[in-house]
């Protein structure tokens, strides 16, 4: 398993910051993805690169809106 030692931050905090989680591009083309309450320690999901990008466009794209 992969260790993320130093995982930045790319969420935007919302008014509650229990809500955060943290992405971080990763050696290898991964992304790492875990909640920011259990970090450092805490269990990180692994996403291959491309998957990651297609549904960060889809979200930015309002893919998964509810309205």
């Known amino acids: 398993m992969t260790s993320i030692m130093a995982h930045p931050k ?3 905090s ?3 910051a ?3 989680v943290e992405a971080a591009h ?3 083309g991964q992304v790492g993805i875990r909640d920011s ?3 450092p320690h805490g269990p990180t999901l ?3 690169g491309p998957a990651w990008d297609t549904f960060t466009a889809a ?3 309002g893919a998964f809106d509810q309205s």
């Open 46 to 48: 692994l996403f291959p």
């Open 37 to 39: 309450k259990q970090a």
């Open 10 to 12: 790319y969420s935007r």
């Open 26 to 28: 990763l050696p290898g």
């Open 14 to 16: 919302p008014t509650r």
């Open 59 to 61: 979200v930015q794209a």
């Open 18 to 20: 229990a809500e955060c």
